[in-house]
């Protein structure tokens, strides 16, 4: 078990970056650590706060997302030891899940990609403490409000984390959404997005086809025709605006 903690630690410990400034110096020796239910209790205070940096990274969070040690209490009433604040015990629960897929699964593969992948927290976090998908946001937002504050909120999120791991920007997420919608039924609402993808993407051949699906299915056809058009335009080989245009063709 200690080694199963070590190589958790060690994963985490590879992807710290600066070292952290807590505990000042001149304020006398640090009280020694005495909540420790995961990390060796002889862990040096150091390799632990270094640890602690690589979670709020990870999360995009600070301490007191885990810790009673929020800036309105006092310093000396900052208790990084409680255990009051549920998200300390859930982070317990996610370092054994981590070190399980470290040490207990990725270790029973035929053979590991070189060098082996290490999981960490920021692999599935990416600075979230909510680790969703962005097309999951985003249909969620849509199922609660509708399309205009879904809209909305992809607008909003691309400002804020766009060049951040958290959110995937580029075509695929908008894609899939729009797929989610057509599926339902909705196909205004999936047009819309198809429309942001065109946005943000306007050289893009397959988000043109996409639109002109969308288009042509709300009976909208000359649109519909303009849209492939543009796609083999950026693509001769665009195969869905190929093949819907050919089954365009001999009606006009
Ligand atoms: C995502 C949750 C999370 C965040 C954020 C976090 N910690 Fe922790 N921290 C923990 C967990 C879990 C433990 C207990 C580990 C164990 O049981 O071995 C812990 C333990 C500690 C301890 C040891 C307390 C004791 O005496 O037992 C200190 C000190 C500490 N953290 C400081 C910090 C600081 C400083 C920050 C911000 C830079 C921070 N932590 C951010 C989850 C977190
Ligand atoms: C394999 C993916 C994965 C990894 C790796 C992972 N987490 Fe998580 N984490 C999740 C998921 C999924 C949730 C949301 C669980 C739920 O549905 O409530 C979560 C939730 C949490 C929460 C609760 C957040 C909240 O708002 O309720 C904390 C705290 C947390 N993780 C800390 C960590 C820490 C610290 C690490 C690294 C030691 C880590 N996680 C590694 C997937 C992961």
Known sequence: MTRIRILALAACAALSLPVLTIGAQ???????????????????????????????????????????????????????????KPNKDKARTMLHMVAAINADYLTKLSSRVQPPVVVTCATCHRGLSEPRQLEQVI??????????????????????????????????????????????????DALRFYMLNLEFAPNSSSAWSQAGGAQLASGDTATAIKSFEKALSLNPNDRQATRALQALKPKK
């Not at 075509?171 to 039924?185: C, D, F, K, T």
């Open 26 to 84: 001149n304020q006398g020796p640090p009280p020694p650590l005495k909540n420790l239910k995961f990390f060796p209790k002889d862990i040096s205070r150091r390799a632990l706060l270094d640890t602690m940096g690589t979670f709020t990274r990870a999360l995009g969070v600070n301490c007191a997302f885990c810790h009673m040690a929020d800036e309105s209490l006092p310093p000396e009433s900052r208790d990084f030891a409680s255990d009051q």
């Open 139 to 188: 249909l969620t937002r849509y199922d609660s409000v509708g399309t205009d504050s879904a809209v909305a909120l992809y607008r909003d999120l691309r400002q804020r984390y766009y060049g951040h791991a958290s959110y995937d920007f580029g075509e695929a997420p908008l894609v899939e959404i729009g797929g989610a919608l057509r599926q339902r039924n909705r196909v205004a």
